[in-house]
């Protein structure tokens, strides 16, 4: 295979299966067999979905360490997949549904240099947003200052004039066409 079947960017995954595994470092991890069903093509609530052309089986891992910050991390990953579990023994619960998974394109190392390779996760969720707080009065404000500003915008614009270089003086020499 010459690089990545499938595009970078958000999909739609089956989940097939899972196992609880150590990763090389140590720390516990979840794989997840999951499905491609196809790629999502906006942000939208209404979001279309191309179908994959094949729907190949990808593994994804929510590797966990022991920091609060990475079981924290973990646990929005697996709530936004679906899962609403209190014990990871009912984590069975997600085979068969499906959900979000983001595909990357990465660089291999090693002796994998020089190759692409897609990197699967489950995204967290979005984040919630604070509404903008604007300062009263600040429109009185700009109006001064941007008075007349405001009012020539809509008249066309003629760009000034640059002033014409002097004449060289007679007798003078320019000496940077001297090819030595």
């Excluded at 994804?60 to 709530?79: F, G, N």
């Excluded at 014990?87 to 660089?107: D, M, P, V």
Aim: hydrophobic fraction near 30%; aromatic fraction near 8%.
């Amino acid at each position: 295979m010459s690089g990545p079947y499938y595009r970078e960017g958000r999909h739609v995954v089956e989940v097939l299966e899972h196992a609880f595994q150590k990763s090389t470092n140590g720390n516990w991890m979840i794989v997840f067999k999951v499905k491609v069903i196809g790629q999502v093509e906006t942000s939208l609530p209404d979001r279309p979905i191309e179908q994959a052309a094949n729907q190949y089986e990808r593994n994804i891992r929510v590797v966990i360490t022991d920091k609060e910050e990475s079981k924290d991390y973990a646990m929005l990953k697996l709530r936004n997949a679906g899962w609403q579990g209190e014990k990871f023994e009912a984590l069975h619960e997600l085979h068969g549904t499906q959900c979000e998974a983001s595909c990357e394109h990465r660089e291999g190392t090693g002796d994998n240099s020089g190759k692409v390779f897609e990197s699967w996760d489950f995204p967290l969720p979005m984040r919630e947003s604070k509404p903008l707080e604007g300062m009263a009065g600040a429109e009185k404000s700009l109006n001064a200052l941007f008075g007349k500003t405001l009012k020539n915008s809509n008249k066309p614009v003629t760009p000034k004039a640059e002033p014409k270089p002097e004449p060289a003086a007679v007798g003078a020499h320019d000496d940077s066409e001297i090819p030595f």
